[in-house]
């Protein structure tokens, strides 16, 4: 079974960076999506970034474009996400998540089934 643990959360001022990192194990052979979700208070869980293991293409939400950028470390099996110009906006719990199917990562959200514990980032203006 599929596991997914981040870390690198933590609390910053607006402007600052933040680089988190999801750990994949028991992953089976094979390319697939991977995403970053985030989720603040009183709000519904939103898709942040998402990419794809195999060819390495990404898409990302409107609100963190040319702020944010996701990566995957396939020797790690570790998906990154580093986290520019921070705004106190993008206070929120990320979490990790992963799907078996290798197509539609980003505008197909529902089929998203292994996710990681989450990580809190905080951002003071």
Known sequence: QVQLVESGG????AG???RLSCTASNVPYGSRCFAWFRQAPGNERQIVAAIYSGGGS???ADS???RFTISHDN???TIYLQMDSLKPEDTAMY???TKAS???CFVQTYDYNVWGQGTRVTVSS
Do not use: D, E, I, R
């Not at 933590?10 to 001022?13: A, I, K, N, P, Y």
């Open 64 to 66: 963190v474009k040319g």
């Open 10 to 13: 933590g609390s910053v001022q």
């Open 58 to 60: 990404t898409v990302y």
């Open 75 to 77: 020797s790690k099996n």
């Open 95 to 97: 979490y990790c998540a």
């Open 16 to 18: 600052g960076s933040l």
């Open 102 to 104: 290798p197509w539609a």
